[in-house]
């Protein structure tokens, strides 16, 4: 079967991956997250992912597979119909017919983007308050200059943080900005001899280049920007264009707040430049922390939403997490999955 070949999907209502079940047939509306033309035996195939705003779900295809495959990539819309198998101990869905949607506009992007229940605003408000506490003129004045750039704060308060791992979903950057923010704001009580006003600043501009990393349309990917200079130099431009903008801002402080944005990612092969500050240090431990528990909790809640105690092995940590239980505050994270 070729796409052309194909006839006309009748029109039918959306079915969210987190209700497909084994067993049932699936007709409905998802985002191609990842394809790969593979190789087997007796030929070729399409291993993909396809996702909504639920979740992710595993799909193979291996009709004419080579021909399938040249007729759309990650990011398209497609309506597929197959029944949900259980492949490896997890569904996945058999395509039998598939088809490219051309005329998007009857459709919501929001149903097929991972999202959360977070509330934006409450964290936009939390942001706030933490810029409030910093008292060095020059430092609320930049801080400032954020807030005001209109175009530029209602993307930060709409991007996911990441595209798999940790606050991948919409509003996840301020959710997580927020969090790191207020790690810091923790540790500066503890270490009371770090420059407080610095580490505040740091945490709220640390990530402010997945703004422009990100493509986030139908799916969550890297722009070319993203792949080919990375969030932590995007926003590096970003925070000296700020402080181009405010007359003779020191160059000291700037020089400061560069190397955190530049090093927030610790001792890692991706880091721009490794912590040579003990500002530095903290939020790059903080950041990390964020990160990790965010992804380590929507693993543990999926394993809990299935009855289960312990998660699936997860590639990227290399590990099995365990739910040892918690408090009646658990964040409020979509188990969307990951890969």
């Known amino acids: 079967m070729t796409l052309s070949q194909e006839s006309l999907f009748e029109k039918t209502s959306k079915v969210f991956v987190q209700d497909l079940k084994p067993g049932d047939t699936a007709d ?15 030929g070729r195939f399409i291993q993909l992912k396809l996702g909504d705003c639920t979740g992710r779900m595993a799909a193979v295809l291996w009709n004419d597979a080579e ?27 058999a395509i039998r017919k598939i088809k490219k949607i051309e005329d998007t506009d009857s459709l919501d992007p929001d149903d097929f983007l991972p999202s959360s229940d977070i509330n934006v605003e409450h964290y936009q408000e939390a942001l706030k308050r933490l810029a409030e506490t910093v008292e ?26 990441g595209k798999q791992w940790h606050h991948g979903y919409l509003g996840g ?22 420059k407080r006003d610095i580490l505040i600043t740091g945490a709220i501009f640390h990530d402010i280049g ?31 264009e700020y402080a181009a903008s405010i007359e003779n801002f020191p160059e ?22 490794s912590p040579q500050t003990r500002e530095a240090l903290i939020l790059s431990r903080s950041d990390d922390l964020d990160a990790q528990m965010n992804a380590f909790s929507r693993e543990i809640l ?5 009855g289960r105690t312990w998660s699936d092995y997860v590639n990227l940590i290399g590990r099995y997490l365990y739910d ?13 999955g990951s890969e």
């Open 28 to 42: 409905s509306v998802f985002a191609v997250t990842h394809m790969a033309l593979k190789t087997y035996a007796g």
């Open 67 to 93: 021909t399938v495959y040249t007729q759309f990539q990650v990011g398209d819309l497609v309506h597929v119909r197959g029944p949900v198998e259980i492949y490896r101990e997890k569904p996945q869905l």
């Open 136 to 161: 060095n003129h020059w430092l609320r004045d930049l801080i400032e200059s954020f807030f005001k750039d209109g175009p530029l704060m209602e993307a930060f308060l709409r991007a996911p943080a």
């Open 173 to 194: 950057l301020v959710e997580h900005t927020v969090g790191v923010a207020e790690n810091c704001a923790v540790l500066a009580e503890r270490y009371s001899f770090v």
């Open 210 to 240: 997945k703004i422009f990393e990100y493509i986030y349309s139908t799916v969550i990917d890297f722009s070319d920007p993203g792949r080919l200079i990375g969030h932590q130099v995007l926003g590096d431009q970003k925070l000296c």
């Open 252 to 273: 000291d402080i700037l020089m400061e707040l560069r190397h955190l944005v530049l090093s927030h990612h610790g001792d890692t092969a991706d880091a721009v430049r």
């Open 302 to 306: 999926k394993a809990r939403a299935a």
């Open 324 to 336: 040892s239980g918690g408090s009646d505050e658990e964040p409020a994270i979509r188990p969307a």
